[in-house]
């Protein structure tokens, strides 16, 4: 329907504020509470249905599933979206399995983009949102439980009830984020003890509120987890790659937050997104079709490293090499493909700086998923 009535092209977003704030009262929100959406805003509320619209201005969804379906179009701005399959390879418990997550589709969509929601794992999906502000409609069911919990995923394999995750403790959870705030040190020392204690699930749920609520404090959080691996040994090993992980992510999303120019943080959803250098290439292929591939991620690459200020930019030499690096050449056919434009000699005479840039670049967790 979404797609078939143009609706989506037929008004603009301050068309739909205009007339919701215009409204006598507005619809029954699906969820008062929510902070889905910037704001989320339900334009329509029936029994079986309802109509919501959701502003982001920059934030970006989690790896998550639905307990409803529907459909969802882009009203306007355009994001990078990402559809995944997980296959359950431990149960812990119906909160918390441990799998594979793979990635399947990567796409852009921009204004009038539809796509249908379905229920449970046969819909995983993510949205990076490029433009300011990013709003889409959602025409959805109300909410089923026989589709619950709606999980969320992790890399490179947790499925997990977000919604369990923000009451494992019951009350206390809102005490022990008053506290992590209050007196971290503390903190990390009442979670270590409460993980000591609990079982491998409710251990997982508590390592990942601490990972959350000590991002600053990555020591403390070192103790907390050390704590919990003591206990629960190998088999929470899997949960704890799923954080080191988001740790290799943090860089990227730290970026994401001050960078405001669409190429950049297109690139910045791609190298976040998507898991392998090539799929990259060709993803930027077939968005930027007038520059090679290669060519557009070294000059985005540069662009990246200087606006994270890691003191890592690139000069035009190693520009070059970066780019010869993407296509997975050998060291000295690299040096070979830049005599052509420079000095053999000078070349010769670079040769333990770039090996040591390569080697630097390498360690790089920005760069890390263009080599993967
Ligand atoms: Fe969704």
């Known amino acids: 329907m979404l797609r078939e009535t143009e609706l ?21 929100q699906l969820d008062q509470g929510s902070t889905f959406g910037e704001p989320p805003l339900t334009l329509y509320w029936g029994k079986r249905f309802v109509v919501d619209a959701y502003t982001w201005f920059s934030s970006t969804t989690s790896i998550h599933q639905h307990a409803f379906t529907g459909a969802f179009g882009v009203l306007e ?48 999906h993510s949205l990076f949102h490029l433009e300011h502000p990013s709003v889409s409609v959602v025409v959805r069911t109300q909410r089923d439980d ?6 969320s995923y992790l890399h490179p394999g947790i499925s997990f009830d977000p919604f369990f995750m923000d009451r494992v403790n019951g009350r206390s959870d809102e005490i022990l984020r008053a506290l992590a705030r209050v007196d971290p040190e503390r903190y990390a020392d009442v979670v270590a003890d409460l993980v000591g204690g ?58 994401r937050k001050k ?34 591939a290669g060519r557009k991620a070294t000059e985005l690459t540069g662009a990246l490293l ?50 040591r840039f390569l080697s630097d670049l390498s360690k790089q967790p920005i760069v890390a998923p263009l080599f993967a």
Do not use: C
């Open 198 to 255: 609990s079982d491998l699930a409710t251990a997982f749920f508590m390592v990942l509120n601490a990972h959350r609520a000590l991002l600053e404090h990555r020591q403390l959080f070192a103790q907390v987890q050390d704590r919990a691996l003591s206990v629960h040994g190998k088999r929470l090993e899997p949960f704890v790659a799923a954080l080191d992980r988001q740790v290799r992510d943090r860089h990227l999303t730290l970026l």
């Open 77 to 124: 701005g355009g994001s990078v979206h990402t559809t995944y399959g997980f296959v359950e390879e431990e149960r812990i418990n119906s909160r918390l399995q441990r799998g594979r997550l793979d990635v399947r589709e990567v796409e852009f969509l921009r204004r009038g983009s539809v796509r249908a929601i379905r229920a449970r794992r046969e819909f995983i």
């Open 259 to 292: 960078i405001t120019d669409p190429e950049l943080r297109l690139f910045i959803a791609l190298l976040l997104n998507v898991p392998t250098g090539d799929r990259i290439l060709a993803l930027l292929g077939a968005r930027f079709p007038g520059t090679p």
């Open 8 to 28: 989506l092209e037929s008004f603009s977003v301050a068309d739909l504020y205009a007339w919701a704030v215009g409204l006598p009262d507005l619809p029954q």
């Open 146 to 151: 026989e589709y619950n919990p709606q999980y």
């Open 306 to 355: 200087e606006e994270a200020s890691l003191g890592f930019s690139l000069d035009p030499l190693q520009m070059e090499l970066f780019e010869l690096a993407l296509q997975k050449l050998p060291f000295e056919r690299m040096l070979d493909e830049i005599k052509r434009s420079y000095d053999d000699d000078d070349v010769e005479r670079a040769r333990p700086t770039l090996t």
